[in-house]
């Protein structure tokens, strides 16, 4: 049998690997960090943070099947008495409710949103112009997306019904996510499958891994059109100012603090998860999508005024604190007219899949790179069992 080469060992790439090692394949994860887990990466020290806030959805199809091999592990979700905490700016106030136009809303199922016309709208023949905007608004804590209404209908609403679902779905692995990823990893390496870390492809690697057997490249799409040299694989993602910070524990904080005026969230994550900050400490993580021409310090400034009404004082209890800007990290947005499968396409030809949260594969954020790496393995391994033409070298291919 073929050898299967995976290129990522994050968690498009592990579900890949793991997939097909346990169909019997012969199986190598190529990793260019000394750390596995991609975006799933959590932050060494004491405060365990992720890259931007994460949660898994329980209803995703990762969900059943990491529990049915033992990867889950323990999750948790908001505490009834956290659940209370959840606050909403709404014409620069906080208010403990929502809208009763956003809650409309959230009741439309997503097959009666039109995947051609933009989400601001439809939704506006649905709960008025302000309920609209609202609901937009509330919505991109799933999207990391600065406009969420100027995007599909469908896939606006897909997204706002699953984040405000009651129960919630969102589930947090104890710990963050490395703790998923070291699992799957074991779960890997008891199947025979070769992890090796701190190993680069770059194009001229990749024709001899192909020679060898079909190569799934589980990376982002930026890294993977550089790797396979090949312009058309673009699509668009979110642009969010990421800010992380550790607090003196002080009674009455907020346990979330939802954006109405403008997209964004600042969410208190050991709400749930105490494992994730010192003892009398707390993490609070916000994402504030920015547009294309706002500076990240736009976006950080929007986070410090929801910190301000939602986690008084804050200022004065930091005691550690983290930006970034995720730019094309965010996974994959459809616009009006676009849906999951108008993205790139898994099968690239010549034995070479892609897997990752941007490409043709539906679900919501991690789900998509779930989704994406379960069929990735699957079609390289029916190309491993079949004679496959030989692949010219990658200089040649866009001549």
Same mark, same amino acid.
């Given at each position: 049998?073929?050898?299967?080469?995976?290129?990522?060992?994050?968690l498009a790439g592990f579900t890949a690997a793991i997939t097909a090692a346990e169909s019997g394949a012969l199986v190598t994860v190529h990793e260019a960090h000394h750390?596995?887990?991609?975006?799933?990466?959590?932050?060494?020290?004491?405060?365990?943070?992720?890259?931007?806030?994460?949660?898994?959805?329980?209803?995703?199809?990762?969900?059943?099947?990491?529990?049915?091999?033992?990867?889950?592990?323990?999750?948790?979700?908001?505490?009834?008495?956290?659940?209370?905490?959840?606050?909403?700016?709404?014409?620069?106030?906080?208010?403990?409710?929502?809208?009763?136009?956003?809650?409309?809303?959230?009741?439309?199922?997503?097959?009666?949103?039109?995947?051609?016309?933009?989400?601001?709208?439809?939704?506006?023949?649905?709960?008025?112009?302000?309920?609209?905007?609202?609901?937009?608004?509330?919505?991109?804590?799933?999207?990391?997306?600065?406009?969420?209404?100027?995007?599909?209908?469908?896939?606006?609403?897909?997204?706002?019904?699953?984040?405000?679902?009651?129960?919630?779905?969102?589930?947090?692995?104890?710990?963050?996510?490395?703790?998923?990823?070291?699992?799957?990893?074991?779960?890997?390496?008891?199947?025979?499958?070769?992890?090796?870390?701190?190993?680069?492809?770059?194009?001229?690697?990749?024709?001899?891994?192909?020679?060898?057997?079909?190569?799934?490249?589980?990376?982002?799409?930026?890294?993977?059109?550089?790797?396979?040299?090949?312009?058309?694989?673009?699509?668009?993602?979110?642009?969010?100012?990421?800010?992380?910070?550790?607090?003196?524990?002080?009674?009455?904080?907020?346990?979330?603090v939802s954006d109405l005026d403008a997209p964004g969230w600042t969410e208190r994550f050991t709400a749930q998860d105490r494992t994730l900050a010192p003892a009398g400490?707390?993490?609070?993580?916000?994402?504030?999508?920015?547009?294309?021409?706002?500076?990240?310090?736009?976006?950080?400034?929007?986070?410090?005024?929801?910190?301000?009404?939602?986690?008084?004082? *804050? %200022? #004065? @209890?930091?005691?550690?604190? &983290?930006?970034?800007?995720?730019?094309?990290?965010?996974?994959? /947005?459809?616009? !009006? +007219?676009?849906? *999951? %499968? #108008? @993205?790139?396409?898994?099968? &690239?030809?010549?034995?070479?899949?892609?897997?990752?949260?941007? /490409?043709?594969? !539906? +679900?919501?954020?991690?789900?998509?790179?779930?989704?994406?790496?379960?069929?990735?393995?699957?079609?390289?391994?029916?190309?491993?069992?079949?004679?496959?033409?030989?692949?010219?070298?990658?200089?040649?291919?866009?001549?």
């Amino acid at each position: 049998m073929q050898r299967i080469h995976i290129i990522g060992g994050g968690l498009a790439g592990f579900t890949a690997a793991i997939t097909a090692a346990e169909s019997g394949a012969l199986v190598t994860v190529h990793e260019a960090h000394h750390t596995l887990g991609g975006r799933a990466r959590t932050a060494e020290g004491p405060y365990r943070t992720n890259d931007g806030p994460h949660a898994l959805y329980r209803r995703g199809p990762h969900w059943t099947w990491l529990a049915q091999r033992g990867l889950l592990g323990p999750t948790v979700t908001v505490p009834l008495s956290q659940a209370g905490k959840l606050r909403f700016r709404l014409d620069g106030a906080l208010r403990r409710t929502p809208p009763l136009a956003l809650l409309r809303l959230t009741r439309r199922r997503a097959e009666h949103a039109p995947v051609d016309t933009d989400f601001r709208t439809w939704a506006t023949t649905q709960v008025g112009e302000e309920g609209a905007r609202t609901a937009a608004h509330f919505a991109a804590v799933a999207l990391y997306h600065h406009d969420p209404g100027s995007l599909s209908a469908a896939f606006v609403q897909e997204r706002l019904r699953r984040a405000a679902a009651l129960p919630p779905e969102a589930r947090y692995p104890v710990g963050g996510w490395a703790q998923v990823i070291e699992r799957m990893a074991a779960r890997a390496w008891n199947l025979s499958v070769r992890i090796e870390t701190a190993t680069r492809i770059d194009p001229s690697d990749l024709d001899g891994l192909a020679r060898s057997g079909p190569v799934v490249v589980a990376t982002s799409l930026d890294a993977a059109r550089s790797l396979l040299r090949d312009p058309t694989l673009t699509w668009d993602s979110g642009r969010s100012a990421l800010i992380d910070l550790g607090l003196r524990t002080r009674r009455g904080d907020a346990f979330a603090v939802s954006d109405l005026d403008a997209p964004g969230w600042t969410e208190r994550f050991t709400a749930q998860d105490r494992t994730l900050a010192p003892a009398g400490r707390q993490l609070v993580q916000g994402q504030i999508p920015v547009a294309p021409d706002e500076s990240k310090a736009a976006g950080i400034a929007r986070a410090e005024d929801l910190l301000d009404l939602g986690f008084p004082g *804050w %200022r #004065d @209890r930091v005691e550690w604190r &983290r930006e970034a800007l995720a730019t094309g990290r965010t996974g994959a /947005v459809d616009h !009006p +007219g676009t849906t *999951w %499968r #108008d @993205r790139p396409a898994i099968d &690239r030809g010549n034995g070479i899949y892609l897997a990752g949260d941007q /490409v043709a594969a !539906p +679900g919501l954020l991690s789900e998509v790179s779930f989704n994406s790496g379960m069929e990735a393995a699957v079609l390289a391994l029916g190309a491993g069992e079949q004679p496959r033409p030989a692949r010219r070298p990658l200089d040649l291919e866009r001549s």
